[in-house]
């Protein structure tokens, strides 16, 4: 695969070492389960990429970044940036046994109480009932053990001054988690999801359509419907002081690559503590059904240097449907009604 | 219990939906169990979760109707089933938690026909594979 | 003699019906797939998300806001000036308009459905490409994906509706169904049951402004099919783009106010 201009050597050797983890193909884990192949050489494909009748490479589809990939690398594997190919065969065999206990014995209890380090709880429906356990849709396979890329796979340390702010932040919140709609997650209230800008995975749903038109590019997240329309004519960004949830995307080709560069996000974003976030993303279609797709992050405020990460996005047969959220967010109502009912039964029994 | 299954030194850790966008907890109460036998009055599609209405026949006779959280159907939809797929009228079984405002909700861990099929998505499906050991 | 009238009835039909398929002559410039081009920023410029029939200014619901919220005249934009409700129908419209500040979905921030969508008060962004024309609305983040090839149906209701368009000639035809009951057409408490079925029309009329009609059937609500009719001007600033307009955040207070923690 050649890539006629490219920014930067970093980026040069990013999508290389891509290149070569991109003939791991993405296993199949729809219902007609394809037989995976053991070896492709990159040198023996004929695939060119297409592009649309105005010229511009054609990203277009319904795709997943759906993964069992994390995003920081687990501290058991500190240094090992990479599955080897058998490693991965393993992993997605644990996957589907996985998916069988589940589905056989019910899901085991998690701690689904939005606290870290709570304890595991049992209260929750079956996601694998639904569909939504992630190895009941298609997976988008990676022999990277961490969607951040480098030799540490984590966040940079917190800046003193980021670390001040979110010392502070979390002093105001603590035990007052459920006093108000303002205090429950962005998520929780239908507002952002931290799975649009970069376009990391979430739990389930993890799927985009991308549309283009001349001179945009429009992503749509299914979850919470959210919709980038990027442009590519080289306009600038929004004047600073306009915030946005997810800031404000400018993009342009560099050869087959769609770079996009986000700036303007409101300090709340779903980073929360995160002041001025500057986002840059790579799309490069490398076969037909698979998106690299690249990201970096920085803050200076925030963190000690930029992080970046790295996922596939590949192509699937359904389509994304509507979701609505805010419109039948009932368990936001029940969980600040909940918290009152909590309390009261707490102060009759103090008074008693 | 979170179970981390090891492979060849390699860990894959069970599948708790890493960025869930809400506490359950919160909403619901491990501390009140239950078991509900009701007939199926409407199955709201929405997200970020389907709701299922059911009217339970109490033991004094009377009827009282509960709505019981599931989850977002949109995967569903891709698998093929639509809002039809459960028929109004259908007699299910919900073992779950009540909500913790006391009301007639709650969240069904577990939800079933009276015959013991499980709602929506049989077992095992096309993706899992038995243990071969 | 009756062989000349003949052939100039049918000239002339054939020249009637030719005027009222094609109301202006405007060819838009084409894509590279050879579509007329409906790409851009569009907006509605009139009151009809405030009242569909035409309308006189009259004072708003919150006093305090004087003259900023009070509602402003519309002529209207109801072919026929209005719409043919079932009379078994006209008490709920009654009853809608009386407690409109309660019961309209724009006031909750949900998402409006079509058309109402198209003459809200803000911009939406038009992406066109040869299989999906891809509608990106600023209220709500609201947007939908107007399937261009074979159509297909919906599994549910949703609040968008499913979309299946079609080219005709110089007109983008969109047939819409399966949208939840519970959206309005507009803040004066004109509604529909699940059973609305709309076909959108978008035609270009010059370089920056579009021909919109949507004919409305809802055999529970209405005693025939109606249709309104509007023009839509392109937003033409430079360097002019959506901005966010997530609304949700907004009504929390009336929503989940009564449900905060009291001091």
Sequence with gaps: ?352 | MMKLILIGGLLLAAAAPAWAHHGFAAEFDQTRPLKLKGTVTKWEVTNPHSWIHIDVKGDDGKVVGWMIEGGSPNNLYRLGLTKDSLPIGSEIVVDGYQAKDRSAKAVGKSVTFSDGKRLFLGLPGPESEPDKK | MMGWIAVLCCVLSLAAASSVAQVSPYRAPRTADGKPNLSGIWQALNTADWDLEGHAAAAGPVASLGAVFAKPPGLGVVEGDQIPYLPAMAAKRKNNQANWTNLDPEVKCYLPGVPRATYLPYPFQIVQSQNNVLISYEYAGAVRIINMGAPTKAPADSWMGWSNGHWEGETLVVDVTSQMEDTWFDRSGNFHSSALHVVERYTPRTADTMDYEATIEDPNVFSRPWKISMPLYRRVEKNVRLLEFKCPEFTEELLYGPLRKKD
């Design chain 1, 1 to 352: 695969m050649k890539y006629r201009s490219l920014a930067s050597v970093v980026a040069f050797t990013a999508v290389v070492a891509a290149s070569m983890l991109m003939q791991t193909p993405a296993a199949a884990q729809a219902p007609a389960a394809k037989a995976t192949p053991a070896k492709t050489v990159p040198a023996a494909k004929a695939w060119t990429a297409p592009l649309l009748p105005n010229g511009t490479p054609d990203l277009q589809g319904v795709w997943t970044n759906n993964t069992v990939t994390d995003l920081e690398r687990p501290k058991a594997l500190a240094g090992k940036e990479f599955y080897t190919e058998a490693e991965l065969k393993d992993l997605q065999k644990q996957e589907r046994q996985r998916l069988y206990v589940t589905e056989t014995e019910g899901q085991p209890p998690a701690n689904h109480s939005g606290v870290e380090g709570a304890g595991a709880d049992d209260v929750h429906y079956d996601f694998s009932q639904f569909g939504l356990d992630r190895a009941q849709a298609k997976l988008a396979w990676s022999r990277r053990t961490s969607i951040i890329v480098g030799p540490e796979g984590t966040i940079p340390p917190l800046t003193p001054d980021a670390r001040q702010r979110l010392a502070e932040i979390r002093a105001k919140t603590k035990g007052h988690e459920f006093d108000g709609p303002e205090m429950l997650p962005l998520g929780a209230r239908c507002i952002a999801r931290v799975n649009v800008v970069p376009v990391l995975p979430a739990a389930y749903n993890s799927n985009l359509q991308i549309v283009q038109g001349d001179g945009y590019v429009a992503i749509e997240t299914e979850e919470i419907h959210d919709v980038r329309v990027i442009p590519t004519d080289g306009r600038p960004h929004i004047p600073g002081n306009i915030r946005q949830w997810y800031g404000d995307p400018v993009g342009h080709w560099e050869g087959k690559t769609l770079v996009v560069d986000t700036t303007n996000f409101t300090e709340l974003s779903p980073f929360r503590g995160a002041q001025n976030l500057h986002v840059i993303e790579r799309f490069t279609r490398v076969d037909q059904d698979t998106i690299l797709y690249q990201f970096t992050v920085e803050d200076p405020g925030m963190w000690t240097k930029a992080w970046s990460g790295e996922l596939p996005i590949t192509k699937i047969d359904g389509q994304i449907y509507e979701y609505a959220c805010h419109e039948a967010n009932y368990g936001l109502a029940d969980t600040l009604r909940g918290a009152r009912v909590a309390e009261a039964e707490a102060a009759k029994n103090s008074a008693k």
